[in-house]
C-alpha cells in the first residue's frame, strides 16, 4: 500500500523559510499529479500548490504566489514546497497528496506536517 510522508516542519519567525518533503514509500508509485494542501486550525483545507508529472504544469493559491516554489523529482519520488517569507497566516497543518491522472480526486494523503509562523 502507496504511503506519503512529509518532513520538513518547524517553527519559524515572520519572514524566514522552511522547505517541505514529501516521499513516496513505493519507488514505483508514480502519480501524474501531486499537490501541497494545508489546514490551519477551525479552518477548512485549502490546496496551496500542485504540479504534474514533468514539471511543465503548476499552479499556486493567490496567498502564496511568488513566495513558495513547487518542484518535483520523480526519480526520487519526492515532492518539494519551497517557503519563503513565510506570514503568520501561513500557520497550518500542511499535507502532500496525489493522484494518477490529471484530473480527478486527489487519492493519496499524507499524515500532515505542522508549520508554524510566529510573529
Known amino acids: 500500500q502507496v504511503r506519503l510522508g512529509e518532513s520538513g516542519g518547524g517553527l519559524v519567525q515572520a519572514g524566514g523559510s522552511l522547505r517541505l518533503s514529501c516521499a513516496a514509500s513505493?519507488?514505483?508509485?508514480?502519480?501524474?499529479?501531486m499537490g501541497w494542501f494545508r489546514q490551519p486550525l477551525g479552518k477548512e483545507r485549502e490546496i496551496v500548490a500542485r504540479i504534474n508529472r514533468i514539471g511543465d504544469s503548476t499552479f499556486y493559491a493567490d496567498s502564496v504566489k511568488g513566495r513558495f516554489t513547487i518542484s518535483r523529482d520523480v526519480g526520487k519520488n519526492t515532492l518539494y514546497l519551497q517557503m519563503n517569507s513565510l506570514k503568520p497566516e501561513d500557520t497550518a497543518v500542511y499535507y502532500c497528496?496525489?493522484?494518477?491522472?490529471?484530473?480527478?480526486?486527489?487519492?493519496?494523503w499524507g499524515q500532515g506536517t505542522q508549520v508554524t509562523v510566529s510573529s
Open positions: 513505493e519507488r514505483t508509485f508514480s502519480p501524474y499529479m
Open positions: 497528496a496525489a493522484r494518477a491522472r490529471a484530473l480527478g480526486d486527489y487519492d493519496y
